[in-house]
């Protein structure tokens, strides 16, 4: 997908245009993509990127950065941060979007066919280490239960924190939405997501991948 072709870039004004004016985001969506003869690949790149200038703003002030999380507890949206990880460990940057919202995700939207791969412990990782680096509390982990062998990746994930030292555990859920939402609310935790369910409902998050990707690669 070219995310500069022009027909995608018209859509992109007139999506945005359709929600500042407050119109339903799936019916804006239909609209704008039936347009411009949008494939489904190009609508769900519309729906992923493009936010009302409310919601940019409001979303957007909830970001902290990576040096704020020293003795925080930081609660991972697991396959939400890991696919966009190794998107970056894969260089495949093309599937990369910086959102209007102010976070990175990943457009290919793979999550319910997700399964490990030769990216998958090189994300990890990643992603442990650099939160190693400024010292949280403890890291947690939550994958959705309904994905196939998800107690298998929160056991990789288990072992691969305590290779790295890092001080919290890996786990599944089936509802990984409210789990998170609602310790953050307990622990007064950070949240590393880029969904915007859980963004909406937060008080502090944070964008692993973006970090990830700037670190330069071996």
């Not at 040096?67 to 940057?93: A, F, P, R």
């Not at 319910?112 to 990216?119: Q, T």
């Not at 939160?131 to 994930?157: H, M, N, W």
Request: proline fraction near 3%.
């Amino acid at each position: 997908m070219n995310i500069q072709d022009q027909a995608l870039l018209e859509a992109k004004k007139d999506f945005r245009y359709l929600l500042n004016r407050g119109f339903p985001r799936t019916g804006a969506l239909k609209f704008v993509g039936d347009h411009y003869l949008l494939d489904e690949m190009q609508r769900n790149y519309l729906n992923r990127t493009v936010f009302s200038h409310q919601k940019m703003e409001t979303r957007k002030s909830k970001l902290i950065l990576l040096s704020e999380i020293k003795n925080k507890c930081v609660l991972v949206d697991g396959y939400n941060v890991l696919i966009t990880t190794e998107s970056v460990c894969k260089g495949e940057e093309k599937f990369l979007v910086y959102c209007d919202d102010g976070v990175t995700r990943d457009v290919k939207a793979v999550f319910g066919k997700y399964k490990e791969n030769e990216a998958t412990k090189e994300a990890l990782n990643s992603i442990i280490s650099l939160l190693k680096i400024f010292k949280p509390r403890k890291v947690l982990f939550f994958y959705d239960s309904p994905v196939s062998l998800s107690g298998e990746l929160a056991r990789t994930t288990q072992e691969i924190l305590k290779f790295h030292n890092v001080p919290g555990d890996a786990q599944t859920a089936t509802n990984v939405d409210r789990e998170i939402i609602q310790l953050s609310q307990d622990m007064d935790g950070v949240v590393a997501t880029s969904d915007g369910i859980i963004i909406d409902k937060v008080n502090h998050v944070l964008d692993i991948p973006s970090y990830v990707s700037r670190v330069p690669k071996k």
